[in-house]
């Protein structure tokens, strides 16, 4: 049976992790999802390890379509997340028109955006339609150009921002939080805090769950793989073993290790 946002948020009530991991196609996506994994995020992490970019950026509104329709041919078991492509989101009505594409031609079950309080309406016209959001803090790789890859809410004033901007994303109706590479403290004050389920990449180990990038737990990544992920396959047999190996290590918490955080 497919995971819903019911069973999710069961899970997030009883304390059971939640296993997320990226797919960009049919292959990977039944593999992923017949490893166990909860949620199958349909990244816009494709335009770098899929179509060889440098930043998310280059990524349409058509491709992220594209490949959500490849992994939901298969997938029977996953909640599947697609990502709201960079400025697909600049104001209401394109976000709607984008949003409702990656539901209704891509199959997906819920959209992810980035940023905080400039997309609070869009957040809530979304909840209302009945469209299931992710928001997504910290770390916004469609930020990049201005901000660079670096670890968000060090300082305390960023890191207040971005609480206060975790709940009024939750209060505007958000479903589900990412956070990318902000303190481990901080993310388990915003989980804490929250009650919805937060799940992290390079946020440390108290979220409600985590996310990877399939490439990179795969050892498929080019150049350097972050610091935050781990190559699963080198342990492994297969790449089945390696997926089933990263749902186990969320599930009990041995992922992410010490060596996983980010100072
Ligand atoms: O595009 C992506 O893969 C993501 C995750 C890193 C959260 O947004
Ligand atoms: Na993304």
Redesign the pocket.
Known sequence: MRKTLSSLRKMYRSGEKIACL?AYDAGFAHWVAEAGVDVI?V???LGMVVQGHAT?LPVTLDEVVYHTQMVQRVNRTAWCIA?LPFMEDVDLATTLKAAGRLMKEGGANMVKLEGGKRILDRVQAMAEIGIPVCC?LGLL?QSVEKHGYKVQGRDEETAVRILKEALELQSAGADML?L?CIPAALAEQITRELNIPVIG?GAGADTSGQ?L?LHDILGITLGKPPSFSKNYLQESASIQEALSSYVQDVKSGAFPADCHLIA
Do not use: F, K, Q, Y
Request: hydrophobic residues 35%; proline residues 7%; aromatic residues 0%.
């Open positions: 990226t995020l990244g816009d992490s998310t990502d997504h790789p990412v990318e990449i996310v990038v």
